[in-house]
């Protein structure tokens, strides 16, 4: 059956980075592209972009653009994001999804809780 | 990219009928029949109830269904049930990106 489950919560402080991983089981890793989406606190989802998993080609949404990193380890069926030099307005949980289709997003993780605080 | 507009909150008594609407613009929603509906519950991740605008994944209950007019989805829940209580984001596809919609509370009285 398919499976996604992400890493841990991170509590980091302003300035410093986080790297949150997404492990897929269950399916052919590479036939799929996994995506990205954002959940701030008592907030609505916002699509944060997608990795192709076959060419490893990132494609980022407006606002994701610059210190969001998205990478792949094909050999692991891991997808990482990379959040640099962290800002308070970054704590939220971030969820990993599979696209079964266009916008059709099937499989989820369970989530990553990001607290960026002092 | 704002997000696709849909009312804060909807409510009804268990067995009733609710509709959730999710409107966008001809870019997005009225330009691709590709919207999504998904439901989530507090603490958890979110869940995929419709996509291709009509289609339900094995295990949704027929209960839930969808339909697309012009630039507005809509998703109905008939036969409300206590266990529908949660959130609802519709989504679509617009091109090369995807957009969410601003969420609805559905409250079972």
């Known amino acids: 059956q398919v499976q996604v489950v992400q890493s841990g919560s991170e509590l980091k402080k302003p300035g410093t980075s986080v790297k949150v991983s997404c492990k897929a089981s269950?399916?052919?890793?590479?036939?799929?592209?996994m995506n990205w989406v954002r959940q701030a606190p008592g907030q609505g989802l916002e699509w944060m972009g997608w990795i192709n998993s076959k060419t490893g080609k990132p494609t980022y949404a407006q606002g994701f653009t610059g210190r969001f990193v998205f990478s792949l380890d094909t050999s692991v069926s891991t997808a990482y994001l990379q959040i640099i030099s962290l800002r308070a307005e970054d704590t939220a949980v971030y969820y990993c999804t599979r696209d079964g289709a266009l916008a059709t997003y099937d499989y989820w993780g369970q989530g990553t809780l990001v607290t960026v605080s002092s | 990219q704002s997000a696709l507009t849909q009312p804060r909150s909807v409510s009804g008594s268990p067995g009733q009928s609710i509709a959730i609407s999710c409107t966008g613009t001809s870019s997005d929603v009225g330009g691709y029949n590709y919207v999504s509906w998904y439901q989530q519950h507090p603490g958890k991740a979110p869940r995929l109830m419709i996509y291709d605008v009509t289609k339900r994944p094995s295990g949704v209950p027929d209960r839930f269904s969808g339909s697309k007019s012009g630039n507005t989805a809509s998703l109905t829940i008939s036969g409300l049930q206590a266990e529908d209580e949660a959130d609802y984001y519709c989504?679509?596809?617009?091109?090369?990106?995807?957009?969410f919609g601003t969420g609805t509370k559905v409250t079972v009285l």
């Open positions: 269950g399916y052919t890793f590479t036939s799929y592209s």
């Open positions: 989504c679509s596809n617009a091109g090369w990106y995807s957009i």
